[in-house]
DNA sequence: GCCAACGTTGGC
DNA sequence: GCCAACGTTGGC
């Protein structure tokens, strides 16, 4: 069954638009060990959104999991995994944190309640919702 | 094993 | 630039 997520990047780290322009890409760098767990959970096909953090605060784009974790080779010590995503699309019209906060079903978002969590799980409702606020085609 | 100090992330 | 949240480190 197919999973959604939510990852964070800061664009002046890496950004949507190197990821577009890379297609496929590692997801490297994670050193926190609940946003690990949700990394090794990712199974191939699964869904996430690729969020701006810092500069943007916003959801830009859908990125696919096209490889399940694997030892994080930027890590010089420590477990830590990556997995590897494919630019999807970006979204028509990003969704802000604003109006992500602005919305009352949306308070349960672990982008809300977990500001600091870098890699986190969507409901299925959840995904839909936004996939919605920014007019995302299926 | 507890807890204070400190560092990092990320929003404002 | 500031501050809240929270993870990590180190003394006891």
Redesign the pocket.
Known sequence: MTQFWLV?S?PEAFSWDQQVENGVEPWTGV????AKLNLKAMKLGDRAFF?H??TG?EIVGVVEVVREAYPDPTAEKGDWVSVDMKAVAPMPQPVT??AI?ADPSLAELA?V??????VMPVSPAHWQQLCEMGKWKT
Do not use: I, V
């Not at 309640?113 to 870098?118: C, F, P, Y």
């Open positions: 964070k800061e050193r926190n060990h609940g969020y953090s810092n605060k944190l604003a906060k982008l309640r977990q500001s600091r969590l870098s």
